[in-house]
């Protein structure tokens, strides 16, 4: 896991303040995870987590608190670097139980007329 910061930028403020407090605590807690840290000049502060598959996730942590930036670390650590898959519709959904309101049919209007008109009679 890479920390990048950048040492006059107002945005790694945050950033700044969690590699003096937090990561080193955050990096005991963690002895799996190898941890760099590196200045990268006039951009904003980035976490970049490399996973063993060979992806890459990266989070931008600018103007975030310190509290905020170690929720996004443990984030990335616990992610499994797989890409996120869409959850697709698998077609109708079936109950067991009946419908409350019943199926609908044109037959179920008084006198076959609703508010739009006839349309049992086109």
């Not at 896991?1 to 990561?23: P, R, V």
């Not at 002895?31 to 951009?43: A, D, H, I, M």
């Not at 975030?64 to 443990?74: R, Y």
């Amino acid at each position: 896991m890479d920390f990048h910061y950048c040492d006059w930028a107002g945005s790694s403020k945050g950033m700044k303040s969690f590699l003096q407090t937090t990561l080193p605590s955050f990096a005991r807690a963690n002895p799996s995870v190898e941890v760099t840290v590196s200045p990268r000049p006039s951009t904003h502060p980035i976490i970049r987590a490399s996973y063993i598959n060979g992806r890459e996730k990266v989070v931008c942590v600018r103007n975030l608190k310190p509290e905020e930036i170690l929720e996004k670390a443990t984030l990335l650590r616990d992610a499994s670097g797989e890409k996120l898959k869409k959850r697709r519709k698998l077609g109708i959904v079936s109950s067991d139980n009946q419908s409350v309101r019943g199926v609908w049919s044109p037959f179920h209007e008084p006198d076959g007329v609703r508010k739009g008109g006839d349309f049992l009679n086109p």
